[in-house]
């Protein structure tokens, strides 16, 4: 207890916006981007900025290369801390496109992760399978995350596709749904080709959907500030980087310059 | 004693440059920016380069997040390494907007810091103010580093501005002076759009002031290069990323390319 | 045995390249770059990613700033995980410029390296002198990296000057020729003022050599991809961050988006 914030500093200081909601949330999440930590930084990073993270997302095929012993550490870690941890959306697809769904998500359950992400940003899913992957995952027990949105350079969903997506992805039982940024967030999805947001396809979006279950993918400071500007102090953050992490809960609290003006009144 | 350098390698290979001072120092300073470092890794730099650290910065609003036993801890470790730790000058900026400043150097002193930074980049405080705070924190019995210059996008100081606010704040009592550069130094203070220094901005500050009461805030590589170009291998520089340390400390002596010919003659 | 991704993962998971090398191999080799990692970040990388890990070089002169107990642990710790520990080549060309060659030889031998990098990237060196330096170096008991390329921006070896240079230097007894790409892989090397790979600049320097010889130097994670996409998957890459070792390790076996289409088929 005699680490807790309030008890060294003037609350004032603690949150100047106000507004923050503390873990457990369902909104204001924020979801790291494990692109290969070893057990002792990942753990590390916990006891330091455990209350800032909701999520943590191994990076790409990085789950098949972690050493077993790793990975069961990073999940017991996880649970201890209230993180969810999960592996990438490519991971998925790959067991798809390698035709070992079944076994892929036999061994997710095995080592007791209990989120999974159902993705096609690579790979072509139709609708239908989509959805039968997101309903499979649901009856092995995860809940599941999708993402909407194709890798490839350029590419960006319509609204009207956006919004079909989100619809049958909630109707079929995914609890968050990302918006692509990849992990440097240029020239794709919601980003032009230098990672600027384009504020109107946000503001659209917003308009439609339940903005709680949106993850905005904001690899970058500049994207992080140009949602929470949009969205507001508790909007989801995701592929945030591992050493970006206390970074970004300032500027959730307007306590560096950037986000200062916002709620520093 | 076997740890040292000097047991191991040839003299010569240790400091091409022949003019880097050892710590103790108060010219050629290191300060880094800790955007957020665990315990273990802010030990584990420590014991590797703490040789080649003079301040380390807790960025923005980090010192309020991070776990009060993180903390204390870090403080204790700094100490231990003759490394002066101090919290950001945004920190303090959110203080005076939220009208708590003795209790933040109250908390300060509680802390057992002994140093604190005095800013206005984002807040706009009166001359007045701002010497009424440095004299204030010096009362309180820290010792003071300011910050010249706002971090709004492509705002410079003058150098009249520069020059003024300089020998104010001395005579309040500053003992080093920062000339902004902001995190990624890009369209700020001394740096063009192309995070490029000016350097005849920079000469012509120097032929004024006293260069050893100067830190530079050079976060990129071509900065610190075009900076201990302009300065000597024993310029002040600020705001280094972590994992720069030790290349920092290589620029200075010549042990890199990229001032190799400045001191390998 | 446990902890190995084959008891966890069905196999097609691990590698849809299907023709990834495991180490101990001498072609596909990784070579990261050490900028200055503590030595509990040290260990912890190796026991997350040893097994991708063939090289890792000191870069520039941070051996020589490395206190003695720590440089010395880093040595065993590689000959532990079979990792090849060697200093970059701005420190031979340093102790070349200081003249004191035959000392810096003694030194990496009294250490324990097993290796040394050979390298004109900043000093001159005739070609006589080059071969002499390699020939000593092996005297010594040394195995030889070199390097071909000038650490000056816009400067390129000519594929009949790089052509030449590898030739020679294999005969004096060299292992791995790199090809320069320095830390950022910009305007240098085979890479354009935007970082980008020149393929037909590659193509040619591969029909001449034997390619499982030649590391290419690719910090930045399009050079890996094109250099993987020309070469295969069992390139020899260099210069890779800390950070991104798993990284690419994902892009070598089709597990990351970007090298997905290349193997999953």
């Not at 201890?80 to 359950?109: D, M, W």
């Not at 995350?145 to 049958?168: D, Q």
Request: hydrophobic content about 40%.
């Amino acid at each position: 207890m005699e680490s807790t914030s309030t008890m060294i500093w003037n609350r004032k200081l603690i949150d100047p916006s106000k507004e923050r909601m503390e873990k457990p949330r369902t909104r204001g999440c924020t979801m790291v981007m494990d692109k290969g930590t070893g057990l002792i930084a990942f753990r590390d990073t916990l006891e330091l900025a455990g209350a800032y993270i909701d999520f943590i997302k191994l990076g790409f095929g990085t789950a098949v290369l972690t050493p077993g012993a790793v990975l069961r550490e990073k999940i017991i870690l996880c649970k201890q801390h209230q993180v969810n941890l999960y592996p990438g959306g490519t991971f998925f697809e790959i067991a798809v496109a390698q035709n070992c769904l079944h076994s892929y998500f036999r061994t997710l359950k095995e080592l007791q992760f209990e989120w999974v992400e159902i993705s096609d940003g690579t790979i072509d899913l139709s609708r239908q399978d989509r959805e039968k992957a997101i309903r499979e995952a649901i009856e092995w027990g995860f809940r599941v995350i999708t993402e909407v949105g194709k890798k490839t350079a350029g590419s960006v969903a319509t609204i009207p596709e956006l919004l079909s997506t989100y619809e049958h992805d909630v109707k079929a039982g995914a609890i968050y749904i990302i918006v692509e940024g990849r992990e440097n967030g240029q020239n794709i999805g919601i980003y032009d080709d230098r990672g600027e947001v384009n504020s109107r396809y946000v503001m659209d979006v917003l308009k439609e959907v339940d903005p709680d279950r949106i993850i905005w993918e904001t690899p970058q400071k500049h994207q992080q500030i140009q949602i929470l500007q949009l969205v507001g102090c508790n909007a989801n953050l995701g592929n945030i980087p591992v050493h970006e992490i206390l970074s970004v809960e300032s500027l959730r609290r307007g306590l560096r310059s950037d986000t200062f003006c916002f709620w520093n009144r």
